[in-house]
DNA sequence: ATTTATTCAGAACATAAGTGCTAATTACTC
DNA sequence: GAGTAATTAGCACTTATGTTCTGAATAAAT
């Protein structure tokens, strides 16, 4: 198969866009022909059945304007911004202590739009930015941004949160197992080793649903 | 006329929304028919032409398809998200081959829309997903999205790029550089080795901008 | 109860629109 | 230049789908 678009077919797509955009709904075959100014049904016909194989767009067999445009603006999964806080900073291994409180309201230092794809619809998403090189155990850079779900019940067992150690004031990201009261944290590079710390000094901050990275 | 929609009135909008966001196109009326369980295509359509009649949709006459739902996502236009596109897999260490050619053109996968902070306002961003766990000494896991800035001019030194090793048909992120037509690739994990190749072997495919994880 | 407006049922109809041929043409390859 | 693949033309066919009509059922008003 012929590796570029001809033409033709570059019109075509350009034709189903702009339909799209001015009628909210698929075009026919026979709008495309007539927009694009070609001779026979069965040349759209043969032209959309490459465009499909080439995954630019989906159609429905058999369904009147079963046109569906792989990259347009309706197809987005979420066209919708949410707005998360960022409250505060979070470091592990060298423990930077948290504000004097350790509750995180009213620490909000600032705030990100995300799209919801990031967030998965969840609410109680918040966001830490991460301070020092002392995460890289858990693939997380100094600067990252990452995104927690404040969670009330226990998480479950291999959840990566973010856990405070009660007596050290310390937060550090790990992946979390419980076992008779006994809580291990594992850092993601397995290599390293896990933190053994009784259930009742560990609280979890967070569980981690994302990490962003501006560079 | 009567002020408020009836249950069967409401029925139907929500269908439609909902077909819509399943579909991309919008549904016929005995799509609507049988969706909401109405006996005939006649009363879909007397009940249309009055959610018309009340601005809740428009009808284009005689035209398959023709309803557009007033309101709808896909009318909204969001003006700070930016759409980029994810132009396939990246992987290093376990060398996976890029399709044949190299270039990215036609070779979109997916698209995700992201806020504009990620790509700070500059043209020509794209995605790769990370397949494989070979790039954790560059802090990125299996899954990860990372976000590339397509340059034509040479990189500077220390910037982080996607480089293709053209005579192993293999792509590695790592910070780049150049001196006397050796370049240098070394690994964000400064414990890790640095890569000696040539200048022309060596095709930088993106500079690295941002990363995404999202679990 | 009678009238009136609204809503529903069922069917028939007309056209909108996808699909499937066959042949002609053009582009590519050897 | 022969031979093959890709593309185009034109048309017929079938299905999909909007439209309309008549009458019945229901609800609202008088």
Redesign the interface.
């Known amino acids: 198969m012929k590796?570029?678009?001809s033409t033709k077919q570059k019109n075509i797509l350009d034709f189903i866009e702009n339909f799209l955009n001015e009628?909210?709904?698929?075009p026919?075959i026979r709008d495309i022909q007539q927009g694009c100014e070609i001779s026979s049904t069965s040349v759209v016909d043969y032209n959309l059945r490459i465009l499909k194989q080439?995954?630019l767009l989906n159609r429905?067999a058999e369904?009147?304007?079963?046109?569906?445009?792989v990259?347009?603006?309706?197809?987005?999964?979420?066209?919708?911004?949410i707005e998360i806080p960022i409250m505060g900073n979070i470091a592990a291994g060298a423990p930077i202590h948290l504000p004097e409180s350790n509750n995180w309201a009213n620490n909000q230092i600032d705030s990100?739009?995300?799209?919801s794809?990031?967030t998965?619809g969840k609410e109680n998403i918040f966001g830490v930015k991460v301070k020092g090189e002392s995460m890289?155990d858990a693939?997380?850079?100094d600067g990252d941004l990452v995104l927690l779900e404040s969670i009330t019940n226990k998480p479950n067992n291999g959840d990566?949160v973010a856990a405070l150690i009660k007596d050290q004031n310390e937060v550090t990201l790990k992946h979390f197992f419980i076992k008779n009261g006994k809580v291990t944290l594992q850092p993601?590079?397995s290599s390293m080793k896990p933190i053994q710390v009784d259930a009742e000094n560990v609280q979890v901050q967070g569980r981690?649903?994302?990490?962003?990275?501006?560079?």
Do not use: C, Q, W
């Open positions: 590796k570029e678009l009628h909210h709904y698929p026919t080439k995954g429905d369904v009147s304007r079963g046109i569906e445009l990259n347009h603006d309706s197809i987005k999964t979420d066209t919708e911004l990100v739009s995300l799209p794809f990031l998965k890289i693939l997380v850079a990566m993601a590079n981690v649903v994302g990490v962003i990275r501006s560079i």
